[in-house]
Structures are given as C-alpha cells and as structure tokens.
C-alpha cells in the first residue's frame, strides 16, 4: 500500500503563495505516480494536478499558470507550488497515488482570504 501526509497548508491572502507537501509514508524508494486533489465544503473532490513517474504533468484549467506540481527524487515527496492564489482555492487539499493500493490521508486545509 502507497501511503502519503499531506502539510503545507494555511491562511493566506489573496494573491499569495503556499507549497504544499506530499510525503511518503515509510518507504521512499517506491515511486508512483501522484495526484493533487482539493474539496471545497459543499463541493465534490477534484483534481488539481498530477505527476507521472517520468515527470509528466497535469492541471485543472482554473489552476494552469498558477500551480506547479514538481518531485524531489531523493525524498520522493511530491510539491505543489501554488501561486497568485485566490478566495476560490480554499479548500482541504488530498495528495494520492495513482496506482497500486492506496488511501486518502488527512488533508491539509487551504484558505484564501479576499
């Protein structure tokens, strides 16, 4: 089982930065692909950005431009650098991997303040 702990999160004020971290849990040699997801209350869980095994990226067009999901290959923690952040952001942000068995965590809460 791929397991990841999500931290990062905060207050911030609109137009600001945060960088979320996605670590593993025990073992780090296993890499996986991994996405970023977020959930606003009220609303379903969506996905945000992805990172494939070989670095290829994905994003939500509500945050191209503005988020960059990138790997740190000697800890294999997944970063997720968002920038110009706006009120719409706020939300509990999910890191998962994408393949093999694998759990959601705790989250990690997001707001952005107008």
């Known amino acids: 089982q791929v397991q990841f702990v999500e931290s990062g999160g905060g207050v911030v004020q609109a137009g600001g930065s945060l960088r979320l971290s996605c670590a593993p849990f025990g073992s780090t040699s296993r890499v996986s692909p991994v996405g970023w997801f977020r959930q606003a209350p009220g609303k379903e869980r969506e996905a945000v950005a992805s990172i494939t095994t070989h670095g290829r990226t994905t994003y939500v067009d509500s945050v191209k431009g503005r988020f960059s999901i990138f790997r740190d290959a000697d800890t294999n923690t997944v970063y997720l650098q968002m920038d110009n952040l706006k009120p719409e952001d706020t939300a509990v942000y999910y890191c998962?991997?994408?393949?093999?068995?694998?759990?959601w965590g705790q989250g990690t809460q997001v707001t952005v303040s107008s």
């Open positions: 998962k991997a994408l393949a093999g068995i694998s759990s």
